[in-house]
């Protein structure tokens, strides 16, 4: 999992850093001044820009087909500013709004692993956003640097979830497990597994409370029913 997020991050940072090719193809073309509409012209890199040039901007619709495979469509008001998508030739890509090279807001990305969308820091997912694997799991909550870190919930695709701290990716701290509906944890969890003072209560209304370790209970401290 963490390795897959990690590389949304950086499919991010190297198409945005494809959409800032603009300026420097449009002085390249020899447009550096009046009103230009194009229509597919080429670039010395190979690059085919459709869209209209004022004074040596893009403005308005704007559509790039790069050299590469790459696709960027979108917007653009006095520069770098609007809505795009760009689509990677390797199948994934990010939609957005774009601003002085930043997202303002929300992106969505979407790749065959699943699909992000939420804040993004300096172009990492990094903020507050939800992941949706296309494997039936999901994780809403903090991130850094496209690792769950801070507080969030991860559901599983059998309906298992988990409510809590989290730190790498995995569960650390004040957590609640839910294994609907036969049993729900409330208490501690370190690299993931249950571990420190806890409560465990099952379907029947048995309640376990106590000390545990490595997911297991070492020092029972109550029973009840």
Not at 68 to 82: A, H, L, P, Q, R
Not at 113 to 142: H, M, P, Q
Not at 155 to 183: C, I, M, Q, R
């Amino acid at each position: 999992m963490d390795e897959r997020l990690r590389k949304i991050s950086v499919f991010l940072f190297a198409g945005i850093c494809a959409v800032f090719t603009l300026a420097a193809a449009a002085y390249a073309m020899g447009y550096i001044g009046g009103r230009y509409q194009l229509a597919g012209e080429r670039d010395s890199f190979g690059d085919a820009y459709s869209g209209l040039l004022v004074l040596g901007k893009f403005e308005g619709p704007v559509n790039i087909r790069f050299a590469d495979g790459d696709v960027y469509s979108g917007g653009f008001t006095g520069g770098f500013v609007g809505w795009g998508v760009f689509t990677s030739k390797e199948g994934w890509s990010c939609e957005a709004v774009f601003k002085d090279g930043k997202v303002q807001g929300e992106a969505l990305i979407t790749e065959k692993n699943g699909s992000y969308r939420g804040e993004l820091d300096n172009f990492a997912v990094t903020g507050k956003g939800i992941f949706r694997s296309s494997a039936g799991w999901t994780y809403s909550g903090d991130w850094v640097e496209g690792i769950p870190e801070g507080n969030g919930t991860f559901t599983w695709p059998g309906g298992a979830v988990y409510t809590g701290g989290f730190k790498d990716g995995l569960a650390e701290g004040k957590g609640v497990l839910s294994s609907n509906p036969h049993w729900t944890y409330d208490g501690e969890f370190s690299g993931g597994i249950r571990n420190g003072q806890g409560t465990l209560k099952t379907k029947d209304g048995t309640t376990i409370e106590g000390k545990w370790e490595m997911g297991m209970l070492v020092q029972p401290a109550a029973l009840g029913g």
